[in-house]
């Protein structure tokens, strides 16, 4: 079986998704998915995150971006594949 692909996803979330516990249950997804990256508020009240490993574990990441934890209000979720860089050790939080 050959070498699992690793991919970069960089995904910017819009709603109602700061002060909702958004930032801390997507550590604790990615984690546990194994993804390495962080996540960060933004300004406009959205989050962006930058997601590095496995297609199929950044697939259900983004799975879950759309319902995020249960007071989350999510509009959009927007993803940009970008190239693997490694350069993450695990997933952080961003500021």
């Known amino acids: 079986m050959g070498r699992e692909v690793m991919r ?3 995904i910017w979330v819009s709603g109602k998704v700061q002060g909702v516990w958004y930032r801390a249950t997507t550590v604790e997804e ?3 998915l ?3 990256g962080w996540v960060k508020n933004l300004s406009d009240g959205g989050v962006e995150i930058v997601a590095e490993g496995p297609k199929e574990s950044l697939d259900k990441l ?3 971006c ?3 934890p249960p007071l989350a209000i999510v509009g959009e979720v927007r993803v940009v ?3 693997h860089t490694g350069e993450f050790l ?3 939080f961003a500021y």
Do not use: M, S, Y
């Open 8 to 10: 970069r996803a960089h």
């Open 66 to 68: 759309h319902e995020g």
């Open 30 to 32: 990615a984690r546990k």
């Open 81 to 83: 594949w970008e190239p």
């Open 62 to 64: 983004i799975v879950w």
């Open 34 to 36: 194994r993804l390495t």
């Open 90 to 92: 695990n997933f952080t």
